[in-house]
């Protein structure tokens, strides 16, 4: 069977077509690209992806208007089917704004936009989305974001921590994020949300190919269950 | 009938613009500013025969993110 992706677009992403390219490259499969006008979305997928952006402007609060577009109706009754998530950046803020991850993005601990390449440690390295990388092994991947300080309880960071789905941690001040998380999990391991942008680097001529085994884990992930 | 929506973050949420403006705020000279905190007021305009309960959901699932921020509803004779 051949990987089929969606990478879903909502009025203000701008970083769904690396997205596209970067599955469709490492996969050879297809990649059906989804309006966020869009009631449904294609059945059998293998992926469904979260871009990042400025999606509806960041009116509100980040992502807070694109977790209530038409769209996301379809992508958390999949997600609750276990089809695999990823949100990247503003992908993940739709995701916790969507309740499909817990916590809140808020803005940067030092008010101004990073965009640069950051070191992260990743923490679990059994996911579905991790277990191309090794376990604690430190990558580097760019980081483009105003709002990606990770907030939640203490009672859920511990949570997150005990369940083993801190699946990123940045290992240098980035943005504030409680514990320094750069990525979590959902419960049933399905749903990943990151503020680092691994689409961004899967070539040398992106600086580095360190985001690319996150898509592989993906890939080795359906094949091993095939 | 006008409606006010005050949203703020959470005690003991850390708050980068609140942070932010205490900083101008004394770099322009106020003194005795101990603390600033930055919200977000939104105005609705709604039907006289709106029921508490709506407005109470508006603000729960998307005026409101309820992990970070509560919201207190404010109705402004018209």
Aim: overall charge negative; glycine content about 12%.
């Amino acid at each position: 069977m051949p990987f089929t992706a969606a990478v879903i677009t909502f009025p203000g992403s701008n970083c769904d077509r690396d997205m596209a390219v970067a599955i469709e490259e490492i996969s050879g499969g297809t990649v059906h690209r989804v309006w966020h006008g869009d009631a449904a979305l294609p059945d059998g997928l293998d992926l469904i992806a979260l871009p990042g952006g400025f999606s509806y402007g960041d009116y509100l609060r980040s992502g807070a208007m694109a977790a209530r577009s038409p769209v996301m109706q379809a992508v958390v009754e999949q997600a609750g089917r276990g089809v695999p998530v990823l949100g990247v950046c503003n992908g993940f803020q739709v995701l916790t704004e969507a309740g499909l991850l817990p916590g809140a993005l808020m803005r940067n601990a030092g008010i101004r936009f990073v965009c640069r390449d950051v070191k992260l440690k990743v923490e679990n390295a059994s996911s579905l989305f991790t277990s191309a990388y090794l376990p604690g092994q430190t990558i580097t991947i760019p980081v483009a974001h105003h709002d990606g300080n990770y907030y939640a309880d203490a009672e859920t960071l511990d949570r997150l921590e005990g369940e083993g789905r801190v699946a990123f941690r940045y290992l240098e001040a980035c943005n504030g994020s409680q514990r320094d998380i750069a990525g979590v999990l959902n419960e049933k391991g399905n749903v990943l949300g990151m503020m680092p942008h691994p689409e961004r680097m899967i070539e040398p001529a992106h600086g580095g190919s360190d985001g690319r085994k996150l898509f592989e884990s993906v890939l080795h992930g359906l094949n091993a269950l095939a | 009938m006008k409606v006010r929506v005050h949203v703020s973050l959470k005690n003991g949420v850390l708050d980068p613009q609140g942070r932010a403006i205490h900083h101008a705020l004394e770099g322009l000279g106020f003194d005795g500013v101990n603390d600033v905190r930055a919200g977000r007021l939104i105005e609705l305009d709604v039907a006289d025969t709106i029921a508490d309960e709506a407005l109470d959901e508006m603000c729960r699932k998307l005026l409101a993110n309820m992990v970070i921020e509560n919201y207190r509803i404010e109705k402004v004779a018209a």
